[in-house]
T-cell receptor
């Protein structure tokens, strides 16, 4: 079955620096991944997604890279801001009757230091 | 636009008590789901629904019941609460794309 995992549970970076959060997956047939941001006391919020026919996808200050050879994806946040402090999850959807069922990784807590 | 609304935000129960966690969405989404999040972990799917009258089990369904009588509401029922059900519960909805999550119900079972 699907499983996603993260290399590090915590990450601290200086405000203005770039951050990279990593995620590994085990199923070589996996074809779609989503990154979520969860702020304290809130539910997860969609950041960006990527399909397996892409190696890279960019959003506003965020880039996701997918390496299918080693089954690894990363989330890069440029010029980090205090508001980027949160827990970040990679998630892999499966499908049931057309509904998206998410399998979440453990999460990485990102702390932005002033 | 409220999005996904969960009530209550906090609840403490005694072992064996029953309770219903409420979830409502105002986006006319057909898909709704319940997840639980334990400390230091990602969310795990409990039950989901693809429309009114249709529900199915997720990864960790034991001890929970759901029903979907309307498009807007998707309540989660604990019939006999156990300490292992202490967790934060999130409801989500979608129209087939990315899921929109509520802010959670923090539930403690003593």
């Amino acid at each position: 079955g699907e499983s996603v995992g993260l290399h590090l549970p915590t990450l601290s970076v200086q405000e203005g620096d770039n951050s990279i959060i990593n995620c590994a997956y085990s199923n070589s047939a996996s074809d779609y991944f989503i990154w979520y941001k969860q702020e304290s006391g809130k539910g997860p919020q969609f950041i960006i997604d990527i399909r397996s026919n892409m190696d890279k996808r960019q959003g506003q200050r965020v880039t996701v890279l997918l390496n299918k050879t080693v089954k690894h994806l990363s989330l890069q946040i440029a010029a980090t801001q205090p508001g980027d402090s949160a827990v970040y999850f990679c998630a892999e959807p499966s499908w049931g009757q057309g509904a998206q069922k998410l399998v979440f990784g453990q999460g990485t807590r990102l702390t932005i230091n002033p | 636009n409220a999005g996904v609304t969960q009530t209550p935000k906090f609840q403490v129960l005694k072992t064996g008590q029953s309770m219903t966690l409420q979830c409502a969405q105002d986006m006319n989404h057909e898909y709704m789901s319940w997840y639980r999040q334990d400390p230091g972990m990602g969310l795990r799917l409990i039950h989901y629904s693809v429309g009114a009258g249709i529900t199915d089990q997720g990864e960790v369904p034991n001890g929970y019941n759901v029903s979907r009588s309307t498009t807007e509401d998707f309540p989660l029922r604990l019939l006999s609460a156990a300490p292992s059900q202490t967790s934060v519960y999130f409801c989500a909805s979608s129209s087939g794309g990315s899921q929109h999550f509520g802010d959670g119900t923090r539930l403690s079972i003593l």
